[in-house]
């Protein structure tokens, strides 16, 4: 099995930024795919960014200004960096991974249990 630990979260101020990491753990081949997803209140969970291992980086279009993933070293990280945060973004990130051959519509082979980001206004 895999795990994922996903850190960087907190409490910060509108337009502060945050830089979260998920590592990834275990036995498997490689992650072809990992991503950030986000709940916010209100709304169910929604993708952030995709990045794919020898591919482009899917973002979600509220992300596309404000929201950076990259792959912090090698296929087993993947780093959201978040600028200009504001109350809106404030909910628990959730790290996944896909760990075989994928397209955007299949479900992540696993998850991370999140951390919460809270901006206040």
């Known amino acids: 099995q895999v795990q994922l630990e996903e850190s960087g979260g907190g409490m910060v101020q509108a337009g502060d930024s945050l830089k979260l990491s998920c590592v990834m753990s275990?036995?498997?081949?490689?992650?072809?795919?990992m991503g950030w997803f986000r709940q916010v209140s209100g709304k169910e969970r929604e993708y952030v960014a995709i990045?794919?291992?020898?591919?482009?980086?899917l973002y979600a279009d509220f992300a596309k200004s404000r929201f950076y993933a990259s792959r912090d070293n090698g296929e087993n990280s993947l780093v959201l960096q978040i600028k200009t945060l504001t109350p809106e973004d404030t909910g628990v990130y959730y790290c996944?991974?896909?760990?075989?051959?994928?397209?955007?519509?299949?479900?992540?082979?696993?998850w991370g249990r999140g951390t919460q980001v809270t901006v206040s206004s």
């Open positions: 990045d794919w291992i020898d591919s482009d980086t």
């Open positions: 996944a991974v896909w760990t075989t051959r994928m397209v955007i519509t299949d479900k992540p082979s696993y």
């Open positions: 275990g036995r498997t081949d490689k992650s072809y795919a």
